[in-house]
């Protein structure tokens, strides 16, 4: 037979359709693929075989052990970027942990407790386990028909609500993670409802990995290796044990939540019944009121929410896609997560538009990979590291740099000024088609909420430029540094300068130099700050509170005016803007004076009294259209809706809260005469049944202010707890020197000043003078009015850092030197 070559056609001369082969050959080949064949088959057998075993043997594990005391509230690692969610019901592997060992905590663990001590955790007995999936189960498959039905009846693009969904920016991945928080808050009551009727103990706290999330999720986050890194993780893990203080992780309790039935529907009245109406406490309770406090800037509350969007982004429940859900349609009211505001027939306002309903969608659960009551999801790091500015993923990290000298991307004018780059979303909630035709578009940055008023998008802008200018430092004086050096280095001065305007600038304002004093929160004059070592590291974790996030840190909307006061440069005359209008709408920052006459404004109109008085341009005209001219409001009322969000987080009525920070008990009206403003006390005894019923954002605000803070005494407490914790729980604080890469400090043999030192010159004046347009002088407090003890200086006159002490070699060129 002759050989073959590669010339060898593959068929034979005749009209055969054999290949060309020896015919040995291929029976060989074929011989050897059934026996490959039948090998794959038996290992397989084998696999299952031994799988199944253990599934039993562990079903079959009914021992019961010590429950472990209901911490804080846990959800996947925000690194799986690809979270998500398996719906395949039919054919999910689902993991029980039921085993009757003693579970050893690891350092990691969610399993630690106060004591650090070895503990064992609760187990479902088959049968419960069982029912708890097909709950669960059935709760993912209602939801997803629910999103079905909504979706049939959208919002509208252009309307309020949907800009308010914008405004509170959710990620594309938190629908999955929610539909896993459904099917596990459906398995926590149909197993709290087994046990009540058995009589038996509550199930509450116990693991449980239904399947609903991606393989070893639950375990990652539970007990997570972390690799020591000089710089912070962009998500804020690997900072603190069991990821603490990370991105896409629930809201911290300091009190358990008070739900009408224990696991997830919002608070009620202590007698059961429905609580007054939150739009009805909006009107007769928060009502405006003309009286301002001429100490302070609205700086203060821009720099205020600035700061909130670095360390808070509630999660809202979504549709299909990630579409907003309609709760005030008839389809609407049918979706499990709405839970709109009552709008009497009566009001004042929505009277005239036909309202009898607000629409508003539960905040996102959060998976906990346990049972549990219903938990809420921040979405960005708790951490003050600039993730406003940066983001709280990777994958919005990586798009806003330029990957040239550090640098982060942004767009010029063609008067070569530089602004934040555009964002072509047609259908972001702020861009406008008239607008777009003129080729300006709102923007982009860390934080999608960026473009929610035009005050915000300034500071925004200012922090980017900040960036730039460091890193544009940076490279002059080190050359040899790569893009990735001088992105992080600049990242970790602007996290550093952040916390430290915050500290000094900011929170001895709210809370008082007082209480500032009492907790060591002040920044130093020089040396490091030591960091404590709490032995109850609970007491150090700095994640979020859900109370700070949903009612005490929105205390500074009863600080801003109705009317804001702007400057022209050229005509020196005043024009006045209101509210509403500078809300999604940033396009004034095209001009060439945009930028100086935001600053300008934010810097010398001054805000209103706190109390519990709100501007009617946020109670009334919340997200109307700026562009527009209505005769009749027809915007939403964000005090209702502070006041609905804490009910929909089971957050505990305000006298609760008082008891919590070791103020007088009160079980009466009566006997809060000496806390509160007395004609509020009137109004809020006349809407709610009892005393124990206020919510925590109306009675808070209607307290009677410190003598030497912006806030009443109970807020000051909430404020003042969350923030330590931000400090001493944060191991990347700029001023500790335990950490992986601390800042150095003065060296007092040589008299040289060095980074920390550099970085205590920082402050918004100055951040201010270098990176705006136009503003030559302004007072050296921003967030303080002008007075004689701070006065106008000139932006020469206003000291700023140093960047040579980051040239590498200083200190040992000075030494040989």
Known sequence: MRGITERTPLRRSTDSIDYIEFASLLRSRRTRLRQFQCCVCGILIVVFTMALIVSVSYSMSQTNSTNPKHENATSPDSSDNALRLGLALGSISHAAFSSTASVTAEPNSILISKENINISTKHLSQMEYTQALRAGEQAIKDHLSADVIVAKSPLLPSSPESRHRHAVSTCSNVSALALAAVGEIAATKIIEKMRSTHDEPSAIGTIFDSGWLPKNVCKRYFDRTCKTGKYRTIDGSCNRPKNWGASMKPFRRALPPDYADGIESPRKARSGKELPSAREVSLKVHKPSASSNPSFTVMLAVFGQFLDHDITATALSQGVNGSSISCCSLLGRQHPECFPVRVATDDPVYDLTGKTCMDFVRSAPAPQCKLGPREQLNQVSAFIDGSAIYGSDNETAYNLREFIGGRLRMQYTPDNRTLLPPSTNPNDGCNREAERRRGRYCFVAGDARANENLHLTTMHLLWARQHNRIANELARINPAWNDETLYQETRRIIGAQLQHITYREFLPIIVGNKRMNEQDLRPLMSGYKKRMHDPNELENDPTIAN???????????????????????????????????????????????????????????????????????????????????????????????????????????????????????????????????????????????????????????????????????????????????????????????????????????????????????????????????????????????????????????????????????????????
Request: a negative charge; hydrophobic letters at 35%; charged letters at 25%.
């Open 547 to 817: 109370h700070f996030a949903t009612a005490v840190f929105r205390f500074a909307h009863t600080l801003l005016p109705g009317l804001m006061k702007m400057t022209d440069a050229e005509k020196d005359t005043p024009s006045y803007i209101e509210l509403h209008k500078m809300l999604f709408n940033p396009y004034s920052l095209y001009a060439e004076d945009g930028i100086r006459r935001s600053v300008s404004s934010a810097t010398t109109n001054v805000i209103q009294r706190y109390s519990t008085h709100v501007t009617s341009q946020l109670t009334n005209h919340l997200f109307e259209d700026p562009m527009a001219n209505f005769t009749v409001p027809c915007g939403l009322d964000l005090v209702s809706l502070n006041i609905q969000r804490g009910r929909d987080h089971g957050l505990p009525g305000y006298t609760v809260w008082r008891e919590y920070c070791g103020l007088r008990k009160v079980k009466t009206f009566d006997d809060l005469e000496d806390y509160l403003d007395h004609q509020v006390l009137k109004q809020i005894s006349d809407l709610y049944e009892t005393v124990d019923d206020v919510d925590l954002y109306t009675g808070a605000l209607a307290e009677i202010p410190e003598s030497d803070s912006l806030i009443g005494p109970t807020f000051s407490c909430l404020i003042l707890n969350q923030f330590v914790r931000l400090q001493k729980g944060d191991r990347f604080w700029y001023e500790f020197v335990e950490q992986p890469y601390p800042f150095t400090e003065e060296c007092n043999i040589y008299k040289i000043s060095d980074q920390l030192m550099e970085i205590r010159k920082s402050s918004m004046a100055k951040l201010i003078c270098d990176c705006s347009d136009g503003i030559t002088q302004i007072q050296i407090q921003v967030m303080r009015s002008v007075d004689t003890d701070n006065s106008m200086v000139s932006c020469k006159d206003i000291p700023g850092p140093s960047f040579t002490p980051w040239k590498e070699n200083y200190t040992s060129n000075l030494t040989l030197s």
